[in-house]
């Protein structure tokens, strides 16, 4: 049942750059509709890295996110590059964003962000033992202040709001529980 038997009738890109990809395919349906524009955004996918430092402090950013217009607090994150293994990007994120090295870096998990309009997949990391490892090296468009919680602040920023990027949420849960740490309701 991967497809549920649809039908791609016909596809074309109606945006192809380095930083976006839109697809328009034309969908036959089961029954037999027919439906002429559904639009998918396809990608190479990205890296979110739950660091922790030896003294267990989450390592975050603190950023201006132009399509949220907002500054949010989040996980280190970062699209994979042509050519890249989401392992090296996420040690590369790590190192750019941050400053930061880690003694170890383990794929979690992968999952599906968008299923409806996009095939973007994120592979979760969990870098262990985090520690300043040099200066940050910042894209044109990032201006990102490290912050550090402990375990029990970043479960109150989860639950006060303060973090509300859904992808980052749950990712954050996800190495919470992994880490047999989450206690109590969320």
Known sequence: MDDAGWRVAASSYVLDSPYLRIRRDRIVLPD?????????????????????TEDRRVVLVRQYK???AKVLLELIAGAIDEGEQPLQTAIRELAEETGYGARSMEHLRSFVTDPTNADTIA???FAKDAYPNGEQQLDVTE????EL??????REKLRSGEIDSMPHVG?????????GSLTGPP
Not at 34 to 47: F, L, Q, T, W
Not at 149 to 154: M, P, S
Not at 171 to 179: E, I, N, S
Request: hydrophobic share 50%; net charge negative.
């Open 32 to 52: 037999g509709t027919v439906i002429e524009d559904y639009y998918v955004r396809e990608s190479r996918g990205y890296v979110i890295v739950f660091a922790l």
């Open 66 to 68: 132009h399509g949220a």
């Open 123 to 125: 592979h979760l990391f």
């Open 143 to 146: 201006d990102i202040a490290v």
């Open 149 to 154: 919680a402990t375990l029990d602040e970043l």
């Open 171 to 179: 990712a954050m849960y996800f190495v919470l529980d992994h880490l």
